[in-house]
Protein backbone atom coordinates (compact mmCIF):
# COMPACT_ATOMS: atom_id res chain seq x y z
CA UNK A 1 0.00 0.00 0.00
CA UNK A 2 1.25 3.63 -0.42
CA UNK A 3 -0.03 6.32 2.38
CA UNK A 4 -0.61 9.26 0.90
CA UNK A 5 -1.49 12.69 2.70
CA UNK A 6 -2.36 15.91 1.00
CA UNK A 7 -2.14 19.58 2.26
CA UNK A 8 -2.98 22.98 0.74
CA UNK A 9 -6.59 23.02 0.57
CA UNK A 10 -8.50 26.18 2.18
CA UNK A 11 -10.90 29.04 1.22
CA UNK A 12 -10.60 31.31 -1.34
CA UNK A 13 -13.28 33.75 -3.20
CA UNK A 14 -14.10 33.35 -6.62
CA UNK A 15 -11.72 33.49 -9.00
CA UNK A 16 -8.77 33.06 -7.06
CA UNK A 17 -5.86 30.29 -6.93
CA UNK A 18 -5.07 27.15 -4.63
CA UNK A 19 -2.43 24.39 -5.03
CA UNK A 20 -2.65 20.92 -3.63
CA UNK A 21 0.14 18.91 -2.74
CA UNK A 22 0.45 15.29 -1.52
CA UNK A 23 3.06 13.19 -0.40
CA UNK A 24 3.45 9.64 -0.91
CA UNK A 25 5.65 6.66 0.73
CA UNK A 26 6.17 5.32 -2.14
CA UNK A 27 6.15 5.69 -6.59
CA UNK A 28 3.00 4.14 -8.54
CA UNK A 29 2.17 5.05 -12.19
CA UNK A 30 -0.86 6.48 -12.11
CA UNK A 31 -1.83 9.02 -9.56
CA UNK A 32 -4.51 11.26 -9.42
CA UNK A 33 -7.05 14.61 -8.01
CA UNK A 34 -10.40 13.24 -7.38
CA UNK A 35 -13.26 15.44 -5.50
CA UNK A 36 -16.67 14.96 -3.52
CA UNK A 37 -19.24 17.49 -2.62
CA UNK A 38 -21.35 16.79 0.21
CA UNK A 39 -24.84 14.38 -1.07
CA UNK A 40 -22.39 13.50 -4.87
CA UNK A 41 -20.30 10.94 -5.65
CA UNK A 42 -16.90 10.82 -5.62
CA UNK A 43 -15.61 12.32 -8.92
CA UNK A 44 -12.34 12.48 -10.73
CA UNK A 45 -10.15 16.10 -11.21
CA UNK A 46 -7.04 15.12 -13.16
CA UNK A 47 -4.92 12.12 -13.94
CA UNK A 48 -1.08 11.73 -14.59
CA UNK A 49 0.88 8.75 -15.11
CA UNK A 50 4.88 8.11 -14.72
CA UNK A 51 5.14 9.15 -18.24
CA UNK A 52 4.00 12.65 -17.94
CA UNK A 53 0.36 12.12 -19.72
CA UNK A 54 -2.74 13.53 -18.06
CA UNK A 55 -6.47 13.51 -18.48
CA UNK A 56 -8.55 16.23 -17.11
CA UNK A 57 -12.43 16.42 -16.12
CA UNK A 58 -13.91 18.50 -18.75
CA UNK A 59 -15.00 20.78 -15.41
CA UNK A 60 -11.54 21.76 -14.83
CA UNK A 61 -10.09 21.59 -18.55
CA UNK A 62 -7.96 25.00 -18.84
CA UNK A 63 -8.31 25.82 -15.19
CA UNK A 64 -6.48 23.19 -13.18
CA UNK A 65 -3.23 21.61 -13.92
CA UNK A 66 -1.54 18.35 -12.54
CA UNK A 67 1.80 17.76 -12.50
CA UNK A 68 4.39 15.39 -10.38
CA UNK A 69 7.57 15.18 -8.97
CA UNK A 70 8.85 11.48 -9.10
CA UNK A 71 11.93 12.05 -7.20
CA UNK A 72 10.03 13.44 -4.11
CA UNK A 73 7.06 11.23 -4.38
CA UNK A 74 4.88 14.65 -4.78
CA UNK A 75 1.71 14.71 -6.55
CA UNK A 76 0.59 18.52 -7.06
CA UNK A 77 -2.54 20.49 -8.43
CA UNK A 78 -2.59 24.06 -9.77
CA UNK A 79 -5.83 25.40 -9.56
CA UNK A 80 -6.82 28.29 -10.96
CA UNK A 81 -10.21 30.43 -11.77
CA UNK A 82 -11.92 28.79 -8.87
CA UNK A 83 -15.38 28.55 -9.22
CA UNK A 84 -18.12 27.78 -6.29
CA UNK A 85 -18.55 24.45 -7.83
CA UNK A 86 -15.40 23.68 -7.26
CA UNK A 87 -15.82 23.24 -3.61
CA UNK A 88 -15.58 20.15 -2.14
CA UNK A 89 -13.38 17.44 -0.43
CA UNK A 90 -10.17 16.98 -2.67
CA UNK A 91 -8.62 13.18 -2.03
CA UNK A 92 -5.37 11.85 -4.13
CA UNK A 93 -5.47 8.26 -5.02
CA UNK A 94 -2.71 5.91 -6.06
CA UNK A 95 -3.65 2.99 -8.13
CA UNK A 96 -1.39 -0.19 -7.29
CA UNK A 97 1.30 -0.26 -10.93
CA UNK A 98 4.77 1.08 -10.75
CA UNK A 99 4.96 1.33 -14.68
CA UNK A 100 2.90 1.28 -18.16
CA UNK A 101 -0.92 1.59 -19.30
CA UNK A 102 -3.08 4.09 -19.56
CA UNK A 103 -4.69 5.84 -16.45
CA UNK A 104 -8.13 5.96 -16.06
CA UNK A 105 -10.14 8.75 -14.47
CA UNK A 106 -12.34 6.92 -12.45
CA UNK A 107 -11.88 6.38 -8.88
CA UNK A 108 -12.55 2.93 -9.00
CA UNK A 109 -8.96 2.49 -10.95
CA UNK A 110 -7.68 3.64 -7.97
CA UNK A 111 -6.19 1.28 -4.55
CA UNK A 112 -4.85 4.02 -2.39
CA UNK A 113 -6.35 7.14 -1.05
CA UNK A 114 -5.62 9.84 1.23
CA UNK A 115 -7.96 11.60 3.76
CA UNK A 116 -8.81 14.70 1.60
CA UNK A 117 -8.15 18.13 2.13
CA UNK A 118 -11.33 20.45 1.93
CA UNK A 119 -11.80 23.61 -0.83
CA UNK A 120 -14.28 26.31 -0.40
CA UNK A 121 -14.68 28.55 -3.14
CA UNK A 122 -17.16 31.24 -2.05
CA UNK A 123 -18.99 33.62 -4.57
Known amino acids: QVQLVESGGGSVQAGGSLRLSCAAS?????MGWFRQAPGKERDGVAVIGGDGRTTYADSVEGRFTISRDSAKNTLYLQMNSLKPEDTAMYYC????????????????????WGQGTQVTVSS
Open 26 to 30: RYRHC
Open 93 to 112: AADSRVWGGDCTISPQGFRD
